[in-house]
């Protein structure tokens, strides 16, 4: 079986969690016999609350559980740590008809971050291939690409905003990923986009997937705390996820 992934990443605020959400949902009704796993790898969280999944535990919980475990020698052997790790791995995953959801959680002391991303990169390589699609939505800036959290994806989505910045994060996590990830076709999602904007034409960042106007529905729905599931079906972030998802898939038939 050939898992499909998809990485969301860019400046913070742009969208990820949202786009996230509404190809999550996406690919959820479209292949409804596929199986899909969707990671929130972002410690700010989100994706949890824009897809009405709650796991017991977080992968943060399920390291610090494991290094107090060590930590008070009760787990002397490696394959008793395994099993245990594995165990508890099952806890961090919800589930909900073809959908699983798994989050990083929000580790509080310093240095815990960059374990958290080292476990996750471990998690994502034993568990991805179970899974059809992988949706892994990032954290903002250059770090988890960096790090080479995600190292092996199908599709790198670059998120921004009409904004300089946002373009240029974008550009600069591209540059980073041509020499640090492995991934077929990479595309910009541009949202949040008032009248007059012109996509920059420019070698520095790859093709333009969608570009997506201001979506009230998106904004209020996120207000009331309301999943991705209780957008009307025309709603512009959903429309836009669609026109990004057709544009990935075109040519290699995914
Ligand atoms: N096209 C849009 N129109 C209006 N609001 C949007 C749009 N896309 C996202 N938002 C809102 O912008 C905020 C930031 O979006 P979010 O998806 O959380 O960004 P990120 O994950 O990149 O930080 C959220 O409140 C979200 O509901
Ligand atoms: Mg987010």
Known sequence: MRTVTFAFTGKGGVGKTSLSAALIRLLSERYPDKRILAVDADPAIGLATALDMKPPMTLDDVRLRIAASIDKGETADAIDLLSEAKFHLLDCIAERSNLSFLAIGRPEAAGCYCKVNAYLKQVLETISGNFDYVVIDGEAGIEQINRRVMENITYLVLVSDGSRKGIQ?????????????????AGVIFNRIRSGFDPPATQEIPPVLAVIGDDDAQAQNDMQGQSVFSLPDD???????????????????S
Do not use: F, T, Y
């Not at 994060?169 to 076709?185: D, F, P, T």
């Open 169 to 185: 994060v974008v550009s600069a996590i591209h540059h980073v990923a041509v020499n640090l990830v492995k991934w077929e076709k």
């Open 235 to 253: 709603a512009p972030v959903l429309r836009g996820a669609a026109q990004a998802l057709d544009a990935l898939l075109q040519e290699n038939g």
